[in-house]
Each structure stands twice: as structure tokens, then as C-alpha cells.
């Protein structure tokens, strides 16, 4: 579904992405773990067309580097950016909407897919009509996550989900995320909780200093001693 080969991103003169190569397949869950100032946001940016970049980044076979940003979500990559980015002043209900602001639907399938929203997150079916700024941390990422979800994303990007929140809701959102790919999303989740990251992916990269060290299946990764010792806290 995504095929990015090459991928080089420059700051002025620095570079924060060498030669980057990944693919995603359709129904997968790749994830893209490192320490901070690897180049995973770098990297998500870049394939978004957030930031210019060198390479190629084929989505379905058409090359997508260059196109603007709402072109690429219109195309079905939809990204939840890290921090969440939710609208502070806009009700829960109304953040929803917002998300499928740029699409042409009816408004029964409106209803279904925001009661879809409400079904996979209750708390926000509890919270409607609450202020998203007035939510909490974890609250807000479920919002966000649910936001990119009425976007009727194809191909759903993940920046650091489990972002300052604490453990307890991090495991909620990576429960509802295993949810998600269950009903056959198509995910990239970028991560520096490398253990969540791995208990959820099919297939894993790992970035270091703006390269892929090494790539594999998650079950294999999680038995490699230099990732146990570097990311696992082992
Ligand atoms: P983190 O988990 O801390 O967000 P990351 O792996 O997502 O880390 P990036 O944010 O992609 O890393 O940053 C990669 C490198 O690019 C870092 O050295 C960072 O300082 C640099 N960088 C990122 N954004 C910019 C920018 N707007 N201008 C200049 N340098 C940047």
C-alpha cells in the first residue's frame, strides 16, 4: 500500500532522515520505534507532505512526494499528530464532525460512523458535549485518534500515541488501537514506547540517527538482545 524508498529530509544543513526505505501492506501494522531525534516524526511528516523531501513514496502505486497535504488525506492517509492537535474551543461531538468536514456523505452515514467513534470509545460517548480543551491527556488522544478516524482514513499514521500519558491509559488506547486493526485498518504508529509498539505491530522498524538499523517482524525483534537492551529497558 505504502512503498517509501530512499527517503532523505533535511533541516538548513542538517540532515534528520539518510536513505530511508519501508513499506506498509494493506491490513498491516508497521511500526517505526528509536530514541528521541531518531527521525520518526521527521519521517511521518515527510510522507504526509507536511515537509519536502527527497526519494520516492508510492501510495498504491502512484508517486505521492510533492502533493499537497489535503491531496494526501483526500488519497486516505490520515495522520493523528503527535500532541493530538484536537480543537481546545470545539465540543467533543464537534471535533468528530470536523474530521469529516472535506467529505461528501449523508448524514445517516455521519451518524454511523460518529456512533462507530462512541462505540470504540465510550468516554467520549459520555463526553460529547464537553469542551475537548476541558479533557484530559489520554481523553484527547482518544479524540484525536477518533477525529482521524471520520476522515475514513485508508491508511491511518500514528505519531507517539502513548505521549505523556500514564500507563493505565496508555494500555486503553493501544487496547482500542488492536481494535482497530482487528476490523482491518492499515496502521504506521510511530513510538518511543517500543514494548507497545511491538505488542501491536506485524512488522517493526527501528531508526536511529535518521537510518533504519533493522527491520523485522515484531516477534522477532522482541527477541533480539540489542533491542531487549536498547529499547525494551532489559
Ligand atoms: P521525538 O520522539 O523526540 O519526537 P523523533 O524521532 O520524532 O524524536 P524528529 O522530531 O523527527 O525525531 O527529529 C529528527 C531530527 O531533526 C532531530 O535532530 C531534530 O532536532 C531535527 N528537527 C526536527 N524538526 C526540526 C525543525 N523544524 N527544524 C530543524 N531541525 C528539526
Redesign the pocket.
Known sequence: MLEVEKLDVS??G?Q??RGLSLHVRKGEVVSLI????????????AICGV?PSRGSIRYNGKEINGLPTHKIVKEGIVMVP?GRRVFPKLTVANNLLMGAYSRKISKSILQQETDFVYHLFPRLAERKNQLAGTMSGGEQQMLAIGRALMADPKLLIL??PSMGLAPIVVKDIFKTIREIKERGMTILL?E?NASMALSVADRCYV?EN?EIRFNDTADNLRKQDIVKKAYLGA
Open positions: 533541516y538548513g542538517i534528520a532522515v528509536g530514541s528521541n531525534g531518531a527521525g520518526k516524526t521527521t519521517t511521518l511528516n515537509i503527535e505519531d507517539e510511530v518511543q531508526l535518521g
